[in-house]
């Protein structure tokens, strides 16, 4: 069975408000009476808030071996839309691929992991960069008829990423002198970088079917970084600590 | 089996081929601490010894001239003023945790830190003779901290563009935030994957904002004029710009003493910058006993790479050394 995901992001405070009017709105047609995610055939539409801005669309499926455990993989490109739409070329995108899945349940309330590697593409005035990395997360949630709430963690570790420096970047390099006034032959070099970034989500989740072929999903927390300047240029420029959020509309197909 | 200890095998000798962000030279360029062919020297600053990159031109035996870079820069894009040589020991350098200098933690980039660090500079250079200073933006702050405090050190002083020289004065201005300019939104969005978590990567990340315009000094936002640095300051400039507020509001004074300074002030202002021309006669030149003002037309708070010989020549027709020749 196959499934499709589309994401939009915008940011602001409306967010929260959204996101809690959607999950605390009466059901209207449950169908899936575990609470449990579509984990099958899905076309999606959503939101989601950063600093920038975006759009997801993506693939779903079962695994059939884990099925009564409701696992499931997805993939998804992600797209930073005011990004893109402000330089009028695609010149970053995120692919997402990871699997999804009730790790224990006890009652009405369960354990959610999910395991994700990603790979991103990104062109900008300092060079091409191409990091690979991985997101872990766990989700306790409490289900109802129609869908879950939950806290939600998780830990996002960059291994390495590739940079092919700019001109502008090898500029910087450029004419330096020693103490005898000789220019010194110095330039970046490119390559794989080992681990260059992590930060932890921590927020709430939660996801609602709406209707036998419509589904809801949003999720929204503080980001915290591992390192003490990381986050400084959300609190320098905009003056606010670094958050998520994202709203997804899944369509069952 | 076999097959997945291979695989970990392999991962693990890739690994260890990667490159660290914070190898000297990798991302960005060493500091004198990590490269000893670069010129240094060592100063004691808040109870701390740390090197400076630095460059002297001309006769030392001629009065020194200061020039002080503003943040997010260094000393790169002013070295043309070295033309000056012919009338002044003309000294510049990093400042600490700017540039090619040593970078220091925070409790060591405060406002009081700056001027004992011109003190230090003065010690090693100027130790008897007072001193011509000139300081550009965040630096014209701390030459104007250091006439309030040390007056007869300084036997002239050129600002150019401070922004507001206290609370009041500052929210007399508008500086429009650019927080949608393709490279800041660039530079947030690799900050996910590139985190800041050190000197290295901090600094090469805020070398973009220099093509992000974020706050608009300039006459076509567009089209930035260049400004070439080798290492910017990252912390630096967060360190002094978060220093600025208390409870989210602006509450400092830079200008106790000032008053007092009795030296001529060349207060050099840009047709474009919201802290040009108008603001510096506006707000500033009644602050000292005897300022006079430069404009600088067709040019924003890049004087130096916009207008540079409208900016040289203003600067020689000040300068006291070069008035006596006249």
Same mark, same amino acid.
């Given at each position: 069975?196959?499934?499709?995901?589309?994401?939009?992001?915008?940011?602001?405070?409306?967010?929260?408000?959204?996101?809690?009017?959607?999950?605390?709105?009466?059901?209207?047609?449950?169908?899936?009476?575990?609470?449990?995610?579509?984990?099958?055939?899905?076309?999606?539409?959503?939101?989601?808030?950063?600093?920038?801005?975006? /759009?997801?669309?993506?693939?779903?499926?079962?695994?059939?071996?884990?099925?009564?455990?409701?696992?499931?993989?997805?993939?998804?490109?992600?797209?930073?839309?005011?990004?893109?739409?402000?330089?009028?070329?695609?010149?970053?995108?995120?692919?997402?691929?990871?699997?999804?899945?009730?790790?224990?349940?006890?009652?009405?309330? /369960?354990?959610?992991?999910?395991?994700?590697?990603?790979?991103?593409?990104?062109?900008?005035?300092?060079?091409?960069?191409?990091?690979?990395?991985?997101?872990?997360?766990?989700?306790?949630?409490?289900?109802?008829?129609?869908? +879950?709430?939950?806290?939600?963690?998780?830990?996002?570790?960059?291994?390495?990423?590739?940079?092919?420096?700019?001109? +502008?970047?090898?500029?910087?390099?450029?004419?330096?002198? !020693?103490?005898?006034? &000789?220019?010194? !032959?110095?330039?970046?070099?490119?390559?794989?970088?080992?681990?260059?970034?992590?930060?932890? &989500?921590?927020?709430?989740?939660?996801?609602?079917?709406?209707?036998?072929?419509?589904?809801?999903?949003?999720?929204?927390?503080?980001?915290?970084?591992?390192?003490?300047?990381?986050?400084?240029?959300?609190?320098?420029?905009?003056?606010?600590?670094?958050?998520?959020?994202?709203?997804?509309?899944?369509?069952?197909? | 089996?076999?097959?997945?200890?291979?695989?970990?095998?392999?991962?693990?000798?890739?690994?260890?081929?990667?490159?660290?962000? =914070?190898?000297?030279?990798?991302?960005?360029?060493?500091?004198?601490?990590?490269?000893?062919?670069?010129?240094?020297?060592?100063?004691?600053?808040?109870?701390? #010894?740390?090197?400076?990159?630095?460059?002297?031109?001309?006769?030392?035996?001629?009065?020194?001239?200061?020039?002080?870079?503003? %943040?997010? %820069?260094?000393?790169?894009?002013?070295?043309?003023?070295?033309?000056?040589?012919?009338?002044?020991?003309?000294?510049?350098?990093?400042?600490?945790?700017?540039?090619?200098?040593?970078?220091?933690?925070?409790?060591?980039?405060?406002?009081?830190?700056?001027?004992?660090?011109?003190?230090?500079?003065?010690?090693?250079?100027?130790?008897?003779?007072?001193?011509?200073?000139?300081?550009?933006?965040?630096?014209?702050?701390?030459?104007?901290?250091?006439?309030?405090?040390? =007056?007869?050190?300084?036997?002239?002083?050129?600002?150019?563009?401070?922004?507001?020289?206290?609370?009041?004065?500052?929210?007399?201005?508008?500086?429009?935030?650019?927080?949608?300019?393709?490279?800041?939104?660039?530079?947030?969005?690799? %900050?996910?994957?590139?985190?800041?978590?050190?000197?290295?990567?901090?600094?090469?990340?805020?070398?973009?904002?220099?093509?992000?315009?974020?706050?608009?000094?300039?006459?076509?936002?567009?089209?930035?004029?260049?400004?070439?640095?080798?290492?910017?300051?990252?912390?630096?400039?967060?360190?002094?710009?978060?220093?600025?507020?208390?409870?989210?509001?602006?509450?400092?004074?830079?200008?106790?003493?000032?008053?007092?300074?009795?030296?001529?002030?060349?207060?050099?202002?840009?047709?474009?910058?919201?802290?040009?021309?108008?603001?510096?006669?506006?707000?500033?030149?009644?602050?000292?006993?005897?300022?006079?003002?430069? #404009?600088?037309?067709?040019?924003?708070?890049?004087?130096?790479?916009?207008?540079?010989?409208?900016?040289? =020549?203003?600067?020689?027709?000040?300068?006291?050394?070069?008035?006596?020749?006249?």
């Amino acid at each position: 069975m196959k499934s499709y995901l589309l994401t939009t992001r915008f940011s602001g405070p409306i967010l929260p408000v959204i996101l809690l009017l959607l999950i605390s709105t009466p059901h209207t047609g449950a169908q899936n009476m575990t609470g449990n995610e579509f984990h099958h055939g899905v076309v999606s539409l959503g939101l989601t808030s950063d600093a920038f801005g975006g /759009s997801e669309m993506g693939y779903a499926n079962d695994i059939p071996p884990l099925k009564e455990q409701s696992a499931f993989y997805y993939v998804r490109v992600s797209i930073p839309m005011i990004l893109t739409l402000k330089s009028k070329k695609l010149h970053a995108w995120e692919l997402k691929a990871g699997v999804k899945s009730e790790l224990r349940t006890w009652g009405k309330v /369960s354990m959610r992991g999910d395991i994700q590697l990603y790979v991103v593409n990104h062109q900008q005035v300092l060079g091409h960069f191409i990091p690979i990395g991985a997101n872990i997360g766990l989700t306790p949630c409490y289900k109802f008829s129609e869908g +879950y709430v939950g806290l939600q963690a998780s830990w996002n570790q960059t291994f390495a990423t590739h940079i092919s420096y700019s001109q +502008y970047a090898r500029n910087s390099f450029q004419y330096m002198t !020693d103490a005898n006034n &000789n220019i010194m !032959d110095m330039h970046p070099n490119n390559g794989w970088y080992a681990s260059t970034g992590s930060h932890l &989500n921590i927020g709430i989740e939660g996801y609602r079917q709406i209707s036998p072929r419509i589904a809801i999903y949003g999720d929204m927390g503080l980001t915290k970084y591992s390192a003490l300047y990381s986050g400084v240029f959300d609190a320098m420029m905009i003056g606010q600590v670094p958050f998520y959020g994202n709203f997804r509309l899944y369509y069952k197909m | 089996m076999k097959r997945l200890a291979l695989l970990i095998f392999i991962l693990f000798v890739f690994y260890g081929c990667l490159l660290e962000p =914070t190898d000297p030279g990798s991302l960005v360029p060493p500091t004198v601490d990590e490269n000893s062919n670069l010129p240094s020297i060592p100063i004691q600053v808040a109870d701390h #010894e740390h090197l400076i990159h630095y460059k002297t031109f001309g006769d030392s035996t001629n009065p020194a001239l200061f020039i002080m870079h503003g %943040s997010l %820069s260094d000393m790169r894009v002013y070295l043309p003023l070295q033309e000056l040589q012919d009338k002044y020991f003309v000294v510049f350098w990093d400042q600490r945790g700017n540039g090619l200098s040593e970078r220091v933690p925070e409790d060591e980039l405060s406002y009081d830190a700056m001027v004992e660090e011109i003190q230090a500079v003065k010690n090693r250079f100027s130790p008897d003779r007072a001193i011509t200073l000139l300081g550009h933006s965040w630096s014209a702050v701390f030459v104007a901290m250091y006439l309030g405090r040390y =007056t007869d050190n300084v036997t002239q002083a050129i600002l150019m563009e401070p922004f507001g020289l206290n609370s009041d004065i500052m929210e007399k201005v508008y500086v429009p935030m650019n927080l949608m300019s393709n490279e800041y939104l660039d530079m947030m969005y690799s %900050s996910k994957y590139m985190t800041p978590k050190d000197h290295e990567t901090l600094d090469f990340q805020m070398l973009a904002t220099l093509r992000a315009g974020v706050r608009n000094y300039f006459c076509d936002l567009d089209n930035l004029p260049p400004w070439p640095v080798w290492r910017v300051g990252g912390l630096a400039l967060i360190t002094w710009e978060k220093n600025l507020l208390k409870d989210y509001q602006f509450n400092f004074d830079f200008t106790p003493g000032l008053a007092d300074y009795q030296g001529g002030v060349l207060l050099v202002g840009s047709e474009c910058s919201p802290i040009g021309y108008g603001f510096q006669e506006a707000y500033h030149q009644p602050l000292f006993q005897h300022a006079e003002i430069l #404009e600088i037309h067709n040019s924003g708070h890049r004087m130096l790479t916009e207008q540079y010989d409208a900016l040289i =020549t203003g600067l020689r027709g000040f300068l006291s050394e070069y008035e006596q020749v006249q």
